[in-house]
């Protein structure tokens, strides 16, 4: 977390309306330095977030929607992967040889191995914006057989010396706590330098806050955003642009059956359960560790007072969020949950009644955009779409009737040959596994 949320006045805000997005993300990031460090400066800054954006399909990086007087739909799915996380991803992968450098004694070489885990978009964003770097191997996990295939595959069919796949036979929540001890074994550390690129990562959601400027940019009045959620990354980036000036009238977490955000949000209930397999495999998590972000902002840094709370959760699974906390919360934020049958209506309907084909993902958003509506909440309502349809042809066929086609980019998709493997949960067994590959790149 940062030490303390940099103010963007008014003016500043406004002034985005005329900025490309790329600008937009390095204003962000630049608000974050310390003009004390070794940073680039403004110009270096811009033109790699222009580079960064340079493999997008949309001219606009992320495009505004409009569906009906007061609904949009903000499009983040238009770079290389196909989801959101490329936007932050591919600029990460841009200021990863600057840390590098800057970190790097004279004469000496310097090699990162990153660490990611996925719930079906972050592995492939990653493994896009990484592949074949020379100064960097990319390791991802994802729960085995609980993504998509087309998920699965734009990760595990990208050619790279450098990258590795293991497929972990459990959740997605057990793939990020083996790689949070992945980071806390000091000797691999030590030997392999890790790195991460997960929400762990403040600079990705430093970047992320981009497109909630950029919205405000576009449409001169605050909005109610609506988020579809898993770990709570893409909403808590929404509150630092809040907590940085951005006008919001509500940030609103939308679920699935995993509704573990919903209930604490709602009632205070943050207890985890087993994890139900839906057809939008990136909400099925259980745990969401941004939410640990979101308590110790509402505890007022309280950092002392977090702990324990968190040490609790670890041992027993289930915290009441306390009343003070709770109350905290609830002054910007809201939820809603979507079943299955709530999501295959919502792509049906909107594709009948806008032609318009949409993910699990977005549907989850678009029917909790609607409760909002339904409670009486006015303005503009932006509903985050934060991945293409095609990533899920099965599911959107079966509720649309219309089977969505893979940009030509992927039109080969399943002709590529993958390559991955598959691990037990045993952090002893992946750090062994790690440090062979490693062995064997030299």
Not at 119 to 126: E, F, I, K, L, Y
Request: glycine share 6%; hydrophobic share 45%; charged share 20%.
């Amino acid at each position: 977390m940062p030490a303390a949320w940099p103010q963007f006045p008014e003016a500043k805000l406004r002034a985005m309306a005329d900025m490309p997005f790329s600008d937009i993300v390095a204003t962000s990031l630049a608000s974050f330095f310390d003009p004390d460090d070794d940073v680039p400066d403004g110009q270096a800054l811009a033109a790699a977030m222009r580079k960064a954006y340079e493999s997008f399909d949309a001219d606009e990086t992320v495009i505004l929607r409009q569906l009906d007087e007061s609904h949009y739909v903000l499009e983040l799915f238009h770079g290389p992967t196909l989801a959101f996380k490329d936007v932050a991803m591919q600029a990460l992968a841009q200021l990863y040889p600057w840390a590098q450098d800057g970190l790097t004694d004279a004469g000496s070489s310097r090699r990162k191995t990153i660490l990611a885990a996925t719930s079906g978009d972050t592995g492939g964003a990653a493994i896009a914006a990484f592949a074949n770097t020379v100064d960097a191997d990319i390791i991802v996990f994802h729960p085995k057989g609980r993504i998509s295939e087309v998920q699965r595959r734009i990760m595990t069919t990208t050619p790279g010396s450098n990258i590795s796949n293991i497929a972990i036979d459990d959740s997605f929540d057990v793939c990020q706590r083996l790689v949070k001890e992945l980071f806390g074994d000091p000797a691999l550390n030590e030997k392999l330098d890790l790195g991460g690129v997960n929400s762990i990562n403040w600079v990705r959601l430093a970047i992320q806050a981009s497109y909630y400027f950029a919205t405000y940019a576009r449409l001169g009045k605050a909005s109610t955003f609506v988020v579809p959620t898993g770990n709570f990354g893409d909403i808590f980036a929404g509150y630092a642009a809040w907590r940085m000036g951005l006008p919001v009238l509500k940030l609103v977490a939308a679920v699935n059956e995993n509704d573990i955000v919903h209930r604490a949000i709602s009632s205070g209930d943050y207890s985890s359960g087993a994890v139900r397999a839906t057809s939008a495999p990136s909400m099925d998590i259980q745990i969401a560790s941004n939410f640990e972000r979101l308590l110790f902002e509402a505890m007022g840094r309280d950092a002392t007072r977090l702990r324990k709370v968190m040490t609790d959760f670890a041992a027993s699974g289930a915290i009441s969020v306390p009343a003070d906390v709770l109350t905290a919360i609830q002054k910007l934020f809201s939820s809603g949950s979507a079943t299955g049958s709530m999501t295959d209506k919502m792509i049906e309907q909107t594709w009948r009644r806008h032609d318009y084909l949409i993910d699990p993902h977005t549907a989850i958003g678009m029917v909790v955009a609607e409760q909002q509506r339904s409670k009486g909440v006015t303005g503009p309502i932006v509903t985050l779409s934060t991945a293409h349809p095609a990533k899920f042809p099965e599911a959107v066929a079966r509720a649309a009737g219309v089977e969505p086609a893979l940009p030509d980019r992927y039109a080969d998709l399943f002709d590529r040959e993958e390559s991955l493997a598959v691990l037990p949960a045993d952090v002893r067994a992946i750090s062994s596994y790690i440090l062979n590959c490693q062995a064997v790149r030299g």
